[in-house]
């Protein structure tokens, strides 16, 4: 994916928004969410998007807000909400496989209702040799879309940050 000047954003200089130095994979996301427009972001804060999370607060300056919320559910409701008053969509995160299987629901209601909703998932780390023992390995998925493929517009797990921006950018073309 490139932006305005032909570059793309993981190479391209940080954006005159930010708050910090771009440092980390997990600015990129920022980057993107702040591209795209999206005015609001919910979720249930989960250690394995921490990396995100930091960097929606000190590089993103906490803009576009973040909407904690107490459930994965609560988070993609509130989009699915967002959705619906505004026919834009609403950035949800939810965190590796129980925060997903938690949110599951929550997306189909938005399916149903036709309400377009962005979920990022999080799921524990890909290479074996950078889990922690026993929860990561309880807490990492292959497919973390697997659970709800059947009844979502797209879904894709990029295995490092250089997927993100293609994977993107082909869903908010559909």
Known sequence: MNDVTGKSP???????????????QS???????KHYGFRYIALNPGA???GLHDSLVNYGGNDPPLLLCQHEKIAV???????KATGKPMVAIVHDVVGMLHATMGIYYAYLDR???????ATGPMDESRRRPFI?????ANVNGEQLRHYV????QPASIEGVPDSLRALMRR
């Not at 993981?10 to 980390?24: E, L």
């Not at 409701?77 to 959705?83: F, L, M, P």
């Open 27 to 33: 600015d990129v996301i920022v980057d993107l969410i």
């Open 115 to 121: 309400c377009p909703v962005f979920v990022i998932g």
């Open 10 to 24: 993981h190479t391209s200089p940080q954006p005159a928004a930010s708050h910090a130095k771009r440092a980390w």
């Open 77 to 83: 409701q509130i989009a699915h909400g967002y959705a």
């Open 48 to 50: 394995s998007y921490r």
């Open 153 to 156: 517009k797209w879904d894709y």
């Open 136 to 140: 990561d390995w309880i807490h990492t």
